[in-house]
């Protein structure tokens, strides 16, 4: 019963490493999201995609980048970090239908607590 | 500008007390989430409302959409211990736009004192 799963937990990062957080889900879920939470702020979307090889910009995209090469895996690259992308980094998956009155529920997992010193 | 608002930020209430938490918009979704977050862990989904008017319970907690379907508020009854968390809400389909990408609120963080 894994669901999504993300990793690591934890990444301490020097100013101007790269690194990529891991996200996999075994729901067959074709809709995958990456957002970030830093306190007192909610959730942000950074990227999301609506299947394998497609991949669309959310709210704040700029200093990630994102691939979709299989339906489980959705890996976020931060190819330079900075001190603002210190941030608790949240997957998400959900089943999408065609029905506008669908509901969307999203399955999170638990998280990646980035800092960037 | 924060397109779903939440009120209040926090809120420290003392066990069997009810409290009430809103959730506020200037535009109309398709559908609007409740989710609850505990430390450490992703937020994890309560209900979803579609209609306007729309009132569902789960337990000690309801939940209502606004007739309008710009705004929403979450109830709780004799609260808990258990009920600390954080909780959030979540729109969809605003602007005609995706149901499929969530905007979520700042959140109200919620500690109930036994």
């Known amino acids: 019963n894994a669901g999504v799963t993300q990793t690591p937990k934890f990444r301490i990062l020097k100013i101007g490493q790269s690194m990529t957080l891991q996200c996999t889900q075994d729901?067959?879920?074709?809709?995958m999201y990456w957002y970030r939470q830093d306190p007192g702020m909610g959730l942000k979307l950074i990227y999301y995609?609506?299947?394998?090889?497609?991949?669309d910009k959310g709210e704040v995209p700029n200093g990630y980048n994102v691939s979709r090469s299989t339906t489980e895996d959705f890996p976020l690259r931060l190819e330079l970090a900075a001190p603002s992308q210190t941030s608790v980094y949240f997957c998400a998956s959900t089943l999408t239908s065609g029905s506008r009155s669908a509901k969307n529920i999203q399955y999170f997992g638990a998280g990646t607590r980035l800092s960037v010193l | 500008t924060q397109l779903l608002e939440q009120s209040p930020q926090f809120l420290s209430i003392q066990e069997g007390e009810n409290l009430t938490v809103y959730c506020n918009s200037s535009?109309?979704?398709?559908?609007l989430q409740w989710y609850r977050q505990e430390p450490g862990e992703g937020p994890v989904l309560l209900v979803t409302v579609v209609t306007g008017g729309e009132v569902k319970k789960l337990k000690r907690l309801t939940f209502q959409f606004g007739d309008a379907r710009k705004d929403s508020s979450l109830h709780i009854t004799a609260a808990q211990p258990g009920d600390t968390g954080l909780y959030l809400c979540a729109g969809a389909g605003n602007s005609g736009g995706s149901n499929y990408k969530l905007t979520f609120g700042k959140g109200t963080l919620l500690t109930v004192n036994p």
């Open positions: 535009s109309v979704f398709s559908s």
């Open positions: 995609s609506v299947g394998a090889g497609i991949t």
């Open positions: 729901m067959n879920h074709n809709y």
